[in-house]
């Protein structure tokens, strides 16, 4: 396994236990339908709400997708065709735009009165619900988890992604003290076998 690849597996793992620890959960209205309330932390679950089944399915579907296409493209021998950190970029540009054109949507308000919307499911922008209002609260959610995963990767696969065969130079100052003290000590001993050289040829 390259180090791309942990890099994938350990981003992947991190989301999973994220999602596990902070499930969406649904409340249960008077006519018996489930309908999404919010992400819950699974050691402070407020009464009355139900593990969300049909959300928690399309997150993890959505991580996985994701982490086995990273996997596979990061793990080749050859190296993918392009930098990691702009295969990062663009898979998460494609995640933004996946997110918007199948947005999640309300249903119509479940009480006029109090203009209360409730979450009804992802569909197409453009297509049959295109009429009812956007679910903002989940959408943003969905926006800024999607955000903040790619700008992770983008600067976990940058340091260390070179090209085969080159080799690094340091990357923080103390490793360029380190490199400048070594070649100092190369330059010293230079210097004493130069010097003791020529004692060599003055006494003989």
């Given at each position: 396994?390259s180090?791309?690849q942990?890099i994938?597996v350990?981003?992947?793992?991190?989301?999973?236990?994220l999602l596990?620890?902070f499930?969406?959960y649904?409340v249960v209205?008077?006519d018996?339908r489930q309908l999404f309330?919010?992400?819950?932390?699974?050691?402070?679950v407020?009464?009355g709400r139900?593990?969300?089944?049909y959300l928690l399915?399309h997150?993890?579907?959505g991580?996985?997708?994701n982490?086995v296409l990273?996997?596979?493209v990061?793990?080749?021998?050859?190296?993918?065709?392009?930098?990691?950190?702009?295969f990062?970029?663009?898979?998460g540009a494609?995640?933004l735009?996946?997110?918007?054109?199948?947005a999640?949507?309300?249903i119509?308000?479940y009480l006029?009165?109090t203009?209360?919307g409730?979450?009804d499911g992802?569909?197409?922008?453009?297509?049959?619900r295109?009429?009812r209002?956007?679910?903002?609260p989940?959408?943003?959610?969905e926006?800024?988890?999607?955000?903040?995963?790619?700008?992770?990767f983008?600067?976990?696969?940058?340091?260390?992604?070179?090209?085969?065969?080159?080799?690094?130079?340091p990357?923080?100052?103390?490793?360029?003290?380190g490199?400048?003290?070594?070649r100092a000590?190369e330059e010293?001993?230079a210097r004493e076998?130069?010097?003791?050289?020529?004692?060599?040829g003055k006494s003989?």
């Amino acid at each position: 396994m390259s180090r791309l690849q942990k890099i994938v597996v350990f981003g992947a793992l991190c989301n999973a236990v994220l999602l596990l620890l902070f499930p969406p959960y649904d409340v249960v209205a008077i006519d018996r339908r489930q309908l999404f309330d919010s992400f819950y932390p699974v050691f402070a679950v407020p009464p009355g709400r139900i593990l969300g089944l049909y959300l928690l399915f399309h997150v993890f579907a959505g991580l996985m997708l994701n982490a086995v296409l990273a996997w596979l493209v990061l793990g080749r021998d050859a190296g993918p065709s392009m930098s990691p950190r702009l295969f990062v970029a663009l898979l998460g540009a494609a995640n933004l735009a996946i997110v918007l054109l199948f947005a999640p949507f309300e249903i119509f308000p479940y009480l006029p009165a109090t203009k209360l919307g409730t979450f009804d499911g992802f569909h197409f922008l453009f297509g049959e619900r295109a009429g009812r209002d956007l679910y903002v609260p989940l959408l943003t959610l969905e926006l800024i988890y999607v955000t903040l995963n790619a700008l992770a990767f983008w600067l976990l696969v940058g340091p260390r992604a070179r090209a085969p065969g080159y080799a690094p130079g340091p990357q923080t100052m103390l490793d360029e003290a380190g490199v400048l003290i070594e070649r100092a000590r190369e330059e010293l001993a230079a210097r004493e076998q130069q010097a003791s050289g020529k004692d060599e040829g003055k006494s003989s």
